[in-house]
């Protein structure tokens, strides 16, 4: 079986305990507003244009089978070949999306195994959304497991209860995103209800396997202390919780979008400074569960 990864993340210290290497599959089935992974959503392969790394070389054009390279790139003909990519020795053109099986995954993590075992670390699958490829994430962690690598999944729960229990027991750590308590405003900023999610989330006991669950602070979005104080309380009902963990506002996506050619809505937004994450710490220290700032 062959899954469609994003990119592969070596090193990562914010994805899971230790020392992770962060697999990002392709494909989402939520479209949040402030998506800082905006080339993971479709589930096919795009190409992101750096135009601040392109050294005008015109390398790319005459491999274009479309024509759509030449001279400004024309959207409507890009098949998503990665000719071009393939082409572009600056960095300029990279594809988002490219097919690897299990083997291919399990062949990168092996390269930081002793410090997965040094740090208690090991591979996180993100995205995107990782479980809209459940099956693949399921053959990769049976493959690691066989090595003695554990795995974790970063996931918005988005999915029927039935289809992605089994992947679940067989992580070290779920980290679950629970974005906004009120539907409508869910609905409005995600494309999706929220309904599914809270249900699942409650049934994540069933399941064995520690949880994090976790709120992206997006100003003017979620961040309202409404908000965090519904999903802590939500939160707090759920035995088997480590913690649950604010995202300060994560602004790096936006080169993603320019060379993607995309409106980024948040373009202007920044991360809350300390003092804030802190007084919102402090505003839900009686939430009854833990609660950290990332």
């Known amino acids: 079986m062959k899954g469609r990864i994003s990119s592969i993340q070596r090193f ?10 962060t697999v990002f599959l392709q494909g989402c089935n939520m479209r949040c507003a402030w998506c800082h992974n905006p080339e993971t959503l479709s589930g096919v392969s795009v190409p992101l244009f750096y135009r601040e790394k392109c050294i005008g070389c015109g390398h790319c054009f005459p491999v274009c089978p479309t024509g759509a390279r030449a001279k400004n790139f024309e959207a409507a ?8 990519a393939e082409a572009c020795y600056s960095g300029a053109i990279v594809m988002s999306g490219k097919e690897m ?8 993590a092996r390269q930081d195994r002793l410090y997965y075992r040094y740090s208690h670390g090991g591979v996180t699958f993100s995205g995107g959304e990782a479980l809209c490829q459940a099956e693949f994430v399921s053959e990769c962690a049976d493959r690691l497991a066989r090595e003695d690598i554990p795995c974790a999944v970063e996931t918005n729960l988005l999915h029927p209860f039935a289809q992605i229990a089994p992947v679940l027991k067989k992580m070290s750590l779920i980290m679950a995103d629970i974005k906004l308590m009120d539907d409508a405003a869910h609905a409005k ?3 999706v209800s ?31 202390m409404e908000n965090l104080r519904a999903t802590a309380a939500f939160v707090a009902k759920i035995p088997g919780v480590r913690y649950y ?15 993607l050619r995309e409106e980024n809505p948040f373009a202007q937004a920044r991360p ?3 003092e804030a994450l802190e007084q919102l710490r402090s505003a839900l220290s009686d939430a009854g569960v833990p609660v950290r700032i990332s």
């Open 101 to 108: 099986t299990a083997e291919d995954v399990l062949r990168e």
């Open 77 to 84: 003909l890009c098949t998503r070949c990665g000719a071009c």
């Open 272 to 274: 809350l400074p300390r």
């Open 194 to 224: 929220n309904r599914q999610i809270l249900e699942n989330a409650a049934q994540l006991e069933s399941i064995g396997v520690p949880v994090i669950f976790r709120t992206p602070l997006i100003p003017g979005v979620t961040d309202g």
């Open 189 to 191: 900023w995600t494309g």
């Open 245 to 259: 963990e604010l995202l300060n506002f994560n602004p790096l996506g936006a080169d993603k979008y320019t060379a």
């Open 12 to 21: 990562s210290l914010n994805d899971g305990d230790g020392i992770r290497t």
